[in-house]
């Protein structure tokens, strides 16, 4: 049974900083990995897939990367915002439509 | 404007009743999936649907039914089975050749 833990489950940073969230994941036979934003109370919005064939996925300030073989996914947020402050969650890919999602690391960015 | 509703926002329960929550879709997706989600913890399967009239259970649908008449719509009614239903119910869809999963914005069910 694939799991996926997020660490930390919640990380305050100041403005401008450049952070990485992490996500790990036991089952390395995957079809992609996705990480998704959430703002309290929302539903989730995806800000990045990475197929299982590929090492890296770049949008804008953001950037996540795959490493099958160690089960493990980061999510590099560039020069961060006050805007950025939401919880991340990774979300793996599995077959038979499965998807396993991690609990998610709360960010706060300080002005 | 292409995107997934889900209503209502909030809802209310009593004990004993069933309550409906709805999603509809007009993303022309085939798959529809129904999630919980629970503080701390990931969101969990419920249910999903891949075409019309054929849907799959997921990892907790025990006091959950859904149906799937029509391609828009996923409605997902919680039973007086399910013993803690309180919790944030989140619809999904996804287009067959597609690898990414649309969100709903979500409804909060509390139960009184």
């Known amino acids: 049974k694939q799991e996926v833990t997020q660490i930390p489950a919640a990380l305050s940073v100041p403005e401008g900083e450049n952070l990485v969230l992490n996500c790990s994941f036991t089952?390395?036979?995957?079809?992609?990995l996705q990480w998704f934003r959430q703002d309290p109370g929302k539903g989730l919005t995806s800000l990045l897939l990475i197929q299982s064939s590929q090492r890296e996925q770049t949008s804008g300030r953001l950037n996540a990367s795959l490493d099958k073989s160690s089960g493990r996914s980061t999510l590099y947020i560039a020069a961060s915002q006050p805007g950025d402050s939401a919880t991340y969650l990774c979300a793996v890919g599995g077959g038979y439509q499965k998807v396993t999602f991690g609990t998610g690391t709360k960010l706060q960015v300080i002005p | 404007d292409g995107g997934i509703t889900q209503s209502p926002k909030y809802l209310f329960r009593k004990e004993g009743q069933n309550v409906t929550l709805s999603c509809e879709q007009n993303?022309?997706?085939?798959?529809m999936y129904w999630y919980r989600q629970d503080p701390g913890q990931g969101l969990r399967l419920i249910y999903y649907s891949q075409i019309v009239n054929d849907f799959q259970k997921g990892d907790i649908a025990e006091g959950y039914s859904v149906s799937r008449e029509k391609k828009e719509s996923f409605p997902l009614t919680v039973t007086s089975a399910q013993k803690n239903p309180t919790a944030f119910y989140l619809c999904?869809?996804?287009?067959?050749?597609?690898?990414?999963?649309?969100f709903g914005p979500g409804t909060r069910l509390t139960v009184l």
């Open positions: 993303l022309n997706h085939d798959a």
């Open positions: 999904a869809s996804r287009s067959a050749a597609g690898r990414t999963q649309y």
């Open positions: 089952d390395s036979a995957i079809y992609n």
